[in-house]
């Protein structure tokens, strides 16, 4: 008979996490593109239709303008698998946008591509990274 270690068990019983994480900067967006509320709202709830992502909740946030040029947006929407964020800076011409959802079937690297389509930066730096366990 074999002998089981409780540690052993622990390890049997822990689910497996897949965890991905997306995350970029995106330079060189038309101002017009980063300061449509409505737009980027529409945009990130596509991408996550895209990916396979579920919406729980969006919290949206257009700042307040700066010296005549239109403020910042953020919007944020916590989904079933984790979250995406996109903020935005149109003083700089400049978004960031951070895309990380658990799960075998969701595709936040489609997400994430879907978004940089549409705001159609000049230059992308991305990043991803492996969060599960």
Same mark, same amino acid.
């Given at each position: 008979m074999k002998n089981t270690t409780s540690t052993q068990v622990m390890q049997q019983q822990i689910a497996k996490v897949i965890g991905k994480h997306v995350y970029g900067n995106l330079n060189g967006i038309e101002m017009k593109s980063l300061t449509d509320l409505n737009a980027l709202t529409k945009l990130v709830v596509d991408s996550a239709k895209a990916g396979n992502l579920h919406i729980l909740e969006l919290i949206t946030k257009k700042f307040s303008d700066v010296n005549g040029i239109p403020g910042g947006i953020s919007v944020i929407a916590l989904i079933e698998e984790s979250h995406i964020a996109l903020?935005?800076?149109?003083?700089? %011409?400049?978004? $960031? %946008? =951070?895309?990380?959802?658990?799960?075998? !079937? $969701?595709?936040?690297?489609?997400?994430? @591509?879907?978004?940089?389509? #549409? %705001? !159609?930066? #000049? @230059?992308? @730096?991305?990043?991803?990274? =492996?969060?599960?366990n």
């Open positions: 903020h935005t800076w149109p003083e700089s %011409l400049y978004a $960031t %946008l =951070d895309i990380y959802s658990c799960g075998a !079937n $969701t595709y936040p690297d489609i997400a994430f @591509k879907y978004i940089v389509s #549409k %705001l !159609n930066p #000049k @230059k992308v @730096k991305s990043w991803s990274a =492996d969060r599960g």
